[in-house]
């Protein structure tokens, strides 16, 4: 089955531009102009990924991702004209998989789409009928789904990436490199900045639902999950 990519940019000769580079590619595409119009679209057009402009009228990128992530676990990558590393994180707390900045490269962009797709279906054909706990964290690999303390929690894709490496092998020291080579992103220094704002996030969700800290940070090293089995 083909998949469906959803381009969303109030400049419509990036959109046309993109479409176009996406259709050569095999993917089928529909283009928003402004927030509201993504939201829509989204609903009628169920897309397999999201291109996500940050700066839109009507809604703004980041409420457009908020909206979606918060039910949806489409994956979304953020196209921002800032380059400022508040703005990255801003992307990255509304939900965002990844994101890049503005003037981009489109074979770079076309390269983050199939990364993040492969990643995405990897996760989604996963077959296994295992669940892995540690102390109040359940993970249904066959659901993809997440609970702590009972309820579950929303992750993005790549924080639902994050964590099962993690609860698979907990105690491990995983540097950040090795992070993103294991979720199936890049060890650029971008890219292994990018963990850490994906690992604050988890944190707080799990903060949300347990006063437990989880994820530990080594010096100099990484992180780790810790081993919480023998506590309940």
């Known amino acids: 089955m083909t998949d469906k990519i959803l381009v969303v940019d109030d400049e419509v000769n990036i959109c046309e531009l993109l ?6 590619e095999g993917y089928r595409t529909e283009r928003a102009h402004d927030g ?12 397999d990924l999201i291109i996500l402009d940050l700066m839109l009228p009507e809604i703004n990128g980041i409420d457009v991702c908020r909206q979606i992530t918060a039910k949806n676990n489409v994956p979304v990558i953020m196209l921002t004209a800032k380059s400022e590393v508040s703005d990255r994180i801003l992307g990255l707390n509304c939900g965002a998989d990844d994101y890049i ?3 981009f490269d489109t074979g770079e962009l076309l390269a983050r789409v199939n990364a993040l797709l492969r990643r995405y279906k990897k996760i989604t054909q996963i077959k296994e009928k295992e669940e ?4 109040e964290i359940t993970v ?7 609970f702590i303390s009972g309820e579950e929690v929303v992750l993005t894709n790549t924080e639902y990436s994050i964590l099962l490496l993690f609860i698979k092998n907990k105690t491990k020291v995983f540097s950040r490199e090795t992070i993103s080579e294991k979720i199936g992103g890049k060890s650029h220094d971008d890219d292994t900045r990018a963990i850490d704002m994906h690992i604050q996030r988890l944190r707080r969700k799990i903060a949300a639902k347990t006063d437990v800290k989880y994820i530990e940070t080594v010096f100099r090293s990484g992180y780790r999950m810790k081993d919480m089995s023998d506590e309940v």
């Open 132 to 135: 892995y706990h540690n102390g």
């Open 36 to 47: 509201k119009a993504a939201l829509e679209k989204f609903e009628s057009f169920q897309p």
């Open 19 to 24: 479409s176009l580079e996406l259709e050569l």
């Open 101 to 103: 900045t503005k003037p």
């Open 140 to 146: 249904k690999t066959e659901s993809k789904s997440v």
